[in-house]
């Protein structure tokens, strides 16, 4: 068995795989909600963010030490990458916890999402976009050749930190943090190759899949998500209303406050590349550093 651990903006989640030579099989996950994205002030992670942090990796430790699984690797993202004291917060977790996180950058991040997302399902040429709590990542890749891997501080809990003033963002905010996602993004290449789909990978989009699927009365295996739909879900889940809450509360109530702001990301990034479908992948960085790092495929 192996154990990846993901330390992320919004969550922190640790995946158990069972190997079969060249082959990996989830045999369980666990994620705890540790918002680190909203620990951070002046660049810094603050000593309660850290102790949170330090707190789940501990349960994790005790889980590996209870079930036997002797190799984990843990490594984080956006949440430990763009703060100032990532190296004193590297060390405090080695110390306590026992795990040597690595530290991986905005585009090793976005080449290991490509390799877990196309693992899941083959498509010759697309635009990996991963959404995660602390950063975006957008990656035109064809036939698996990166052409590119660049990584935005788009994240869903960042942007919910930098634009939103209430539960779920109004409709101005909404308009904001679409148009910053539309200047932000770095287009030129993608339109140039005239892309048409997007590879979606990471939680958010994964649980607008999820949204989508309960409000449809959708039971079927289908992983595509329209630009038009994603409209339609903005336009029903983001209009502030109760019953608009307690829609997104029973379908994935730990994403009250970041699925709006992660879907405003979304659409504006769509608009931006002339992309108008998602195809979302259940694999992601976490499969991808598996295939890399561990497998060595």
């Given amino acids: 068995m192996i154990g990846i651990i993901d330390i992320g903006s919004n969550t922190v989640r640790m995946n158990v795989y069972k190997i079969y030579k060249d082959e990996f099989k989830l045999l369980f996950s666990v994620k705890e909600m540790a918002g680190l994205a909203a620990q951070i002030e002046s660049g810094l992670l603050l000593e309660a963010g850290l102790q949170n942090l330090i707190r789940i990796l501990t349960i994790f430790k005790q889980t590996v030490d209870i079930v036997g ?143 989508k699927k309960y409000m449809d009365n959708d039971y079927s295996d289908s992983n595509q998500l329209t630009l038009k739909q994603l409209k339609l879900m903005l336009e029903k889940c983001g209009n502030g209303s109760r019953e608009a809450q307690d829609t997104i509360l029973k379908v994935v109530p730990d994403r009250i406050h970041t699925l709006i702001p992660g879907l405003c990301v979304l659409i504006g990034i769509l608009q931006n590349i002339n992309c108008v479908e998602v195809l979302v992948s259940k694999y992601g960085v976490r499969e991808g550093y598996l295939i890399r790092h561990v497998l060595n495929i």
Avoid: H, W
């Fill in 69 to 211: 699984i002797k190799d984990v690797y843990p490594f984080a993202t956006a949440s430990l990458r763009l703060i100032d004291n990532s190296k004193s917060v590297l060390d405090r977790i080695k110390d306590e916890t026992g795990f040597d996180v690595q530290l991986l950058s905005g585009e090793e991040e976005g080449k290991l999402g490509v390799i877990g997302a196309t693992s899941d399902f083959s498509v010759p040429k697309a635009v990996l976009v991963d959404i995660g709590g602390g950063s975006c990542e957008v990656v035109p890749f064809e036939n698996e050749l990166v052409l590119a891997a660049d990584s935005y501080p788009l994240g869903s809990l960042s942007m919910y930190k930098q634009f939103v003033s209430g539960l779920i963002p109004t409709k101005d905010e909404q308009k904001e943090i679409k148009k910053y996602s539309k200047q932000l993004i770095d287009s030129e290449l993608i339109k140039t190759n005239k892309y048409i789909s997007v590879v979606g990978v990471g939680g958010t989009i994964r649980a607008l899949l999820k949204l």
